[in-house]
């Protein structure tokens, strides 16, 4: 046993599991390819203020989670803690904005968080997101929650549902966020410090409180439903037109606002329930002002980050079979004499594109052994021309078999006592 192990909240992914993994990003990439997406990869490392400012002061993930170090010669840096802010950076670094729009880009990656580690929550996580940047149309909200429905309807899921809401545009929450406080105002003292703290910031952020004093105390409070402007009404059912038109299940949730600062108009999210405590699949929504407050122009845009640990975690099991790899036939010699002829087969099948383990010195228990278990085919150099007798299970015929065929024969379900 080692004395060094993984830090707390990090996983090591190992094979086969890392087939599953490697399958389901091959089919993100597919399907966000046919809505015209590309691959972006941003660094790991980011500017601290990045998220300070987007992601906002008032979040659980600046206030308390993220990994931030001071650089000797840097400002402060942060490990990223989601990817929506990057993408956003990286776009007007690159001057993208001055070129066509829409921009349509996905990315593939960790993300760090200092939460407490329990199941489907890990300190590093992955995400696969898509943004979109510079769509205004509520048609682009609709055409991105049809290329995520595709997605996970590639991996075989059926029974997941779209929560939906709308938190309105700037004058909706603007106007919103003072009958909050209004509300709120004869009652701070119930408050918790971090909800004291976010009625100065960000109002909204309260109604994603867990605290049950809270709640109750909220079941009076104004609706933000109300105060949607018209502009922002017929947004949302445009989105929700879209939806209705090409039968993608949903359910509105006026309860959700997103952890997040960052979003305007239309916010979602996916839950499963087969995932527990931790039951968030899939967060996503409309940012219109991210790329203007990072100092850009207005660019209205919109995205959605899958955790991909928890989607592996609940993946429908006839993907995972689909996508499990077939194990490579076993070129095995008898002894190290007819090595080199053995390897010259084992080439044989790689050129052919057909994957290959090579195994020199294996005696004949070993390989039928061996095989059996990884229910692997054999191609068998240099032992001895002996036959194994076996019973044909439906004709009760009498076959005999090289080593290769009768490990086949066992392979495909032929059972035998005798091995050789
Ligand atoms: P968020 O950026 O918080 O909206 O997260 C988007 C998705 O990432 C969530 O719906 C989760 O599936 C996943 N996620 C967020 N935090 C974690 C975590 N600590 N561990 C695993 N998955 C996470």
């Not at 650089?71 to 942060?78: A, H, I, N, Q």
């Not at 709308?166 to 701070?188: I, K, M, N, Q, W």
């Not at 099991?317 to 077939?326: D, Q, S, W, Y």
């Given at each position: 046993?080692?004395?060094?192990?993984?830090?707390?909240?990090?996983?090591?992914?190992?094979?086969?599991?890392?087939?599953?993994?490697?399958?389901v990003?091959?089919t993100a990439?597919?399907v966000?390819?046919?809505?015209?997406?590309?691959?972006?990869?941003?660094?790991?490392?980011?500017?601290?203020?990045?998220?300070?400012?987007?992601?906002?002061?008032?979040?659980?993930?600046?206030?308390?989670?993220?990994?931030?170090?001071?650089?000797?010669?840097?400002?402060?840096?942060?490990?990223?803690?989601?990817?929506?802010?990057?993408?956003?950076?990286?776009?007007?670094?690159?001057?993208?904005?001055?070129?066509?729009?829409?921009?349509?880009?996905?990315?593939?990656?960790?993300?760090?968080?200092?939460?407490?580690?329990?199941?489907?929550?890990?300190?590093?996580?992955?995400?696969i997101?898509?943004?979109?940047?510079?769509?205004?149309?509520?048609?682009?909200?609709?055409?991105?929650?049809?290329?995520l429905n595709r997605f996970l309807r590639e991996l075989g899921f059926s029974e997941l549902e779209v929560?939906?809401?709308?938190?309105?545009?700037?004058?909706?929450?603007?106007?919103?966020?003072?009958?909050?406080?209004?509300?709120?105002?004869?009652?701070?003292?119930?408050?918790?410090?971090?909800?004291?703290?976010?009625?100065?910031?960000?109002?909204?952020?309260?109604?994603?409180?867990?605290?049950?004093?809270?709640?109750?105390?909220?079941?009076?409070?104004?609706?933000?439903?109300?105060?949607?402007?018209?502009?922002?009404?017929?947004?949302?059912?445009?989105?929700?037109?879209?939806?209705?038109?090409?039968?993608v299940r949903?359910?509105?949730?006026?309860?959700?606002?997103?952890?997040?600062?960052?979003?305007?108009?239309?916010?979602?999210?996916i839950v499963s329930k087969d995932l527990?405590?931790?039951?968030?699949l899939v967060?996503?929504?409309?940012?219109?002002?991210?790329?203007?407050?990072?100092?850009?122009?207005?660019?209205?845009?919109?995205?959605?980050?899958i955790g991909?640990?928890r989607l592996i975690d609940v993946l429908p099991a006839a993907f995972r079979?689909?996508?499990?790899?077939?194990?490579?036939?076993?070129?095995?010699?008898?002894?190290?004499?007819?090595?080199?002829?053995?390897?010259?087969?084992?080439?044989?099948?790689?050129?052919?594109?057909?994957?290959?383990?090579?195994?020199?010195?294996?005696?004949?228990?070993?390989?039928?052994?061996?095989?059996?278990?990884?229910?692997?085919?054999?191609?068998?150099?240099?032992?001895?021309?002996?036959?194994?007798?076996?019973?044909?299970?439906?004709?009760?015929?009498?076959?005999?078999?090289?080593?290769?065929?009768?490990?086949?024969?066992?392979?495909?379900?032929?059972?035998?006592?005798?091995?050789?």
């Amino acid at each position: 046993m080692t004395k060094y192990h993984l830090v707390k909240g990090t996983r090591d992914l190992l094979p086969p599991e890392t087939a599953i993994w490697s399958a389901v990003e091959e089919t993100a990439k597919s399907v966000f390819g046919l809505y015209g997406y590309q691959e972006i990869r941003t660094p790991i490392l980011e500017h601290t203020e990045l998220f300070v400012r987007t992601v906002g002061e008032s979040t659980d993930i600046v206030g308390k989670e993220m990994y931030t170090f001071d650089d000797p010669k840097e400002r402060s840096l942060t490990l990223r803690p989601e990817n929506t802010a990057p993408v956003a950076r990286a776009f007007l670094e690159a001057g993208l904005h001055a070129g066509p729009l829409p921009v349509k880009l996905y990315y593939i990656g960790p993300q760090f968080r200092r939460e407490k580690p329990q199941k489907g929550r890990y300190r590093q996580f992955h995400q696969i997101g898509a943004e979109l940047l510079g769509a205004a149309s509520a048609y682009a909200d609709g055409e991105l929650l049809l290329m995520l429905n595709r997605f996970l309807r590639e991996l075989g899921f059926s029974e997941l549902e779209v929560l939906l809401n709308t938190v309105g545009d700037a004058a909706s929450r603007a106007a919103y966020s003072t009958a909050l406080r209004e509300f709120l105002a004869p009652h701070t003292e119930s408050l918790s410090a971090d909800s004291r703290r976010r009625l100065d910031v960000n109002p909204l952020r309260i109604l994603d409180t867990k605290n049950p004093l809270e709640r109750e105390l909220l079941k009076g409070s104004p609706a933000l439903k109300d105060y949607l402007t018209e502009g922002a009404r017929a947004h949302f059912a445009t989105v929700r037109e879209v939806l209705d038109r090409f039968g993608v299940r949903y359910r509105v949730s006026e309860q959700l606002v997103r952890g997040l600062d960052y979003y305007t108009d239309t916010v979602f999210e996916i839950v499963s329930k087969d995932l527990g405590a931790q039951d968030a699949l899939v967060g996503g929504g409309r940012y219109d002002q991210l790329v203007s407050d990072l100092g850009g122009p207005r660019v209205p845009s919109l995205g959605f980050a899958i955790g991909e640990d928890r989607l592996i975690d609940v993946l429908p099991a006839a993907f995972r079979v689909k996508a499990a790899p077939e194990a490579p036939t076993l070129v095995a010699a008898r002894d190290e004499t007819i090595a080199l002829d053995t390897l010259v087969q084992a080439e044989r099948h790689r050129d052919q594109g057909l994957a290959a383990d090579l195994a020199i010195g294996l005696s004949k228990k070993a390989v039928i052994k061996r095989s059996v278990r990884a229910r692997q085919g054999v191609t068998a150099v240099g032992y001895p021309p002996e036959e194994f007798v076996v019973k044909d299970a439906k004709t009760g015929a009498e076959l005999r078999l090289s080593l290769g065929e009768y490990v086949n024969w066992l392979v495909k379900g032929g059972k035998d006592t005798d091995e050789g």
